[in-house]
């Protein structure tokens, strides 16, 4: 069964850290360009980092950028969102995604595998 799991959510103030995991089973997980979205309640789901298949190059949105890290190993099949200086507007529902390329799609509609997603609450 070719699946995303995500742990690492919660609730955390303002300023703090989460680091979020996301392990894949099922397909080969070296073969896939990995990413995280996000959705803040009556708001469109947005891409929030994305990695290529081997870690060579990746992407952040403008909002996040020098705050959070992505990161994968391809030896646990895991791909990894290190949050920092966390800030209320982070508050969403993170999910992980797969895409099989080698390259580095930034367009949700080129990722075809999801993960049920977690939870992420920023508190004032």
């Known amino acids: 069964q070719v699946q995303l799991v995500e742990s690492g959510g919660g609730l955390v103030q303002a300023g703090g850290s989460l680091k979020l995991s996301c392990a894949a089973s099922g397909r080969t997980f070296s073969s896939n360009a990995m990413a995280w979205f996000r959705q803040a309640p009556g708001k469109e789901r947005e891409l929030v980092a994305a990695i290529n298949f081997n870690g060579g190059r990746s992407y952040y949105v403008d909002s996040v950028k020098g705050r959070f890290t992505i990161s994968r190993d391809n030896a646990k099949s895991t791909v990894y969102l290190q949050m920092n200086s966390l800030k209320p507007e982070d508050t969403a529902v ?17 990722y075809d595998l999801w993960g049920q997603g977690t939870q992420v609450t920023v508190s004032s």
């Open 94 to 110: 993170y999910s992980c995604a797969a895409a099989l390329s080698i390259g580095l799609p930034l367009t949700e509609r080129f």
